[in-house]
């Protein structure tokens, strides 16, 4: 028997009990379609935190005080162990750190409260630090200007906020050139900075930033202590060697006792490797829950099959007795398996790349082609696994049996 | 029309042929030790009252079943030592099946159920068509090929499956109480495609437990409890099939 003529037996056979079909293809489309979408929303979800990171700078890398070892890190420390201008002078040293783009100072006040009229509310960072600040951590400002070189030869009085802040101290106003009160001081705003959302542990957006100057004169004092080193580095495939590079510079300066880092250096690019294999295995237990139903599917073909199979006993009998061979009925029944999983299949993929034009919780699918070829294929090969024993079980009927079946 | 040509060798040839279901306590002895033999060009109608045996002598001559004692010989071959796929095609080129319910294809046109014997024998998709309505028309179903069984009459489905039966141009046409399910008038037209079909040289064996049906065939065979009680030849093997008309259709009593 030719496939066209398999096909053409197996559409009759599909069109036959309509409804019956209809729910059969549901439970392929629903599998396929899970598979695409799921996969589209863990990639979407992984594209997204990688844009966060990014937006963190990847090219950078944080200077911190303090050992490896937190709990070693008070017995340890001594004035040695800080950071200070000094050591961004070191870095800033362009022979023996070539790697190195820039370096920013920054400090940290703690628990400043931000008050402008009757509005208050404390930041959750508070940051004294250089213009060159922007570019490492990709902090532009949408409104006004970011701290400038003239703020901090002048110790200017004059601030940067984040989103949050702007919203809880002024509502929907325009904050530029108006004044807060950090600590009793007075600081006019002259910058708006572009929200960035949160990086999963800390709203972004609730952040003041001061010139260092001044942050020095009023916020943290004059110790010359500084909380971090923002280190950016020349391209994100320099990132290591400036790694490298301010390690040999910092650590003679900086080192306990037993002769370890008493500073440590936070990667970014690091960290994003780190999130992106969370993510990988996100995805596949996204896949892995979208296959079972996809499994599940394939069981609904086979359970529909097996009804046909009994059902048309009587048919498989009549076909048998005029002279149809094993093959022929195997084939019959295979391909009408087949084409009830490629429509199911087919309608999955058409639904699973119309869902993932739309946001599911939050996260913009990314639709992955490849993942489009394996749920279709898996789909139309889990029909053809679960076809192949109803269908051997209609080819193996003895055409006596089946003629006297009622 | 010439009178069929008589060899030598049997067409079908059944030699102490048993049919035994169950086993044990439960065993039926369906057919007990069965001789028969039916030549090229014969008119055989076969007769017995239900549980008689003639429908699990249908199924064996037809290939359908396998006798469990003895050898059934259908052109000189041992049915017995064949495999599905052999015997797949015996049915498919050399017998042509009629059933008691015309056992059509439901939801299937006419023609699609007439061309589906020529389906397995892969005959491409033009000669296969022209060969159906050919048989359609020889059956005088020329204007229902597009209807589905559902929409016929007894006696056109019953014409439609005798169309199906002799579109593949087979030896033996094998017909299980090809009447039983219908009325005299249409029973008269099937007989008289049978007659047709026989005068043309195909050797016909018919199940039936009419008297007045059995008239038709040139040799009566009566089958009582698996055993042929009586084996009559009514007119010669190499003539005419009987033509015993309408008024002949009344009630006989089989000869013991």
Not at chain 1, 48 to 62: C, K, P, R, S, Y
Not at chain 1, 163 to 168: I, R, Y
Not at chain 2, 206 to 219: C, F, G, L, P
């Amino acid at each position: 028997m030719s496939l066209f003529e398999s096909v053409r037996m197996a559409v009759q056979g599909v069109l036959v009990n309509r409804l019956r079909s209809l729910l059969t293809l549901l439970g392929v489309t629903i599998g396929v379609a899970a598979v695409i979408l799921l996969v589209a929303v863990g990639h979407g979800s992984a594209a997204a935190v990688q844009t966060q990171i990014e937006g963190l700078g990847t090219n950078m890398l944080t200077i911190q005080a303090g050992g490896r070892t937190f709990g070693r890190q008070a017995s340890t420390s001594s004035s040695f162990t800080f950071l200070t201008m000094k050591d961004v002078a070191t870095l800033e040293n362009k022979v023996n750190a070539p790697d190195i783009k820039s370096v920013t100072p920054v400090v940290t006040a703690q628990s400043v409260t931000a008050v402008h009229g009757t509005a208050s509310e404390t930041p959750g960072q508070v940051l004294g630090t250089t213009p060159s600040y922007a570019e490492a951590k990709k902090a532009s400002v949408t409104q006004g200007t970011f701290i400038t070189s003239s703020d901090e030869t002048k110790h200017s009085r004059v601030a940067v906020i984040g989103a949050t802040v702007a919203t809880n101290l002024f509502g929907g106003a325009d904050p530029i050139g108006q004044t807060i009160q950090l600590s009793g001081a007075t600081f006019q705003i002259e910058g708006l900075l572009t929200p960035k959302g949160t990086n999963g542990i800390q709203d972004q957006d609730d952040i003041v930033i001061v010139p260092l100057t001044t942050a020095q004169d009023l916020l943290v004092g004059q110790s010359g202590q500084l909380g971090q080193i923002v280190v950016e580095a020349t391209s994100s495939s320099t990132v290591n060697a400036a790694q490298a590079e301010a390690q040999s510079l910092l650590q003679p300066t900086h080192q306990n006792t037993d002769g370890t880092a008493a500073f440590n250096i936070l990667n970014q690019a690091s960290l994003l490797t780190a999130t992106s294999s969370n993510n990988h295995t996100f995805t596949v237990l996204l896949a892995a829950v979208a296959a079972i139903s996809l499994l599940v599917g394939g069981i609904g073909v086979m359970n529909i099959m097996l009804v046909t199979v009994t059902e048309r006993t009587r048919e498989i009998g009549i076909r048998k007795a005029i002279g149809a061979q094993k093959a022929d009925i195997l084939g019959q029944f295979l391909t009408e398996a087949v084409l009830l999983s490629i429509i199911g299949g087919a309608t999955g993929v058409v639904a699973g790349i119309v869902g993932s034009h739309f946001k599911i919780v939050g996260v913009q699918p990314v639709l992955a082609w490849s993942s489009v070829a394996l749920a279709f294929g898996v789909g139309v090969g889990v029909g053809l696994f679960f076809g192949i024993y109803p269908a051997n079980r209609a080819a193996s009927l003895r055409p006596i049996d089946a003629l006297r079946y009622e | 029309m010439t009178a069929p040509t008589i060899t030598e060798r049997p067409l079908m040839l059944l030699s102490a042929v048993s049919k035994i279901y169950g086993a044990g306590e439960i065993e039926v002895r369906a057919l007990h030790s069965v001789d028969f033999r039916v030549d090229r060009g014969d008119y055989v109608a076969i007769m017995g009252s239900s549980g008689s045996g003639k429908s699990t002598l249908m199924n064996i001559i037809g290939c359908l079943d396998v006798p469990t004692e003895g050898q059934y010989l259908l052109e000189s071959l041992d049915v017995a030592q064949l495999d599905d796929h052999e015997l797949a095609f015996i049915r498919s080129r050399r017998i042509g099946l009629v059933f008691q319910s015309y056992n059509l294809i439901p939801r299937t046109s006419v023609l699609r159920n007439v061309e589906l014997p020529l389906v397995y024998q892969r005959v491409g998709a033009d000669e296969r068509r022209e060969r159906a309505m050919h048989a359609c028309e020889l059956v005088g179903l020329r204007n229902r090929t597009h209807h589905i069984p559902s929409e016929l009459s007894g006696g056109q489905q019953q014409r439609a499956a005798i169309a199906r039966a002799m579109v593949t141009d087979p030896a033996i046409i094998l017909a299980d109480e090809p009447t039983g399910n219908l009325d005299t008038t249409s029973t008269l037209e099937v007989l008289q495609l049978f007659a047709d079909l026989n005068s043309a040289g195909r050797t016909i064996v018919m199940i039936t437990h009419e008297h007045d049906v059995a008239a038709h065939a040139k040799r009566v065979i009566a089958l009582a409890d698996g055993e042929i009680i009586s084996d009559e030849r009514r007119a010669p093997l190499d003539g005419p099939p009987p033509q015993p008309g309408i008024q002949t259709l009344q009630p006989q009593v089989v000869p013991v």
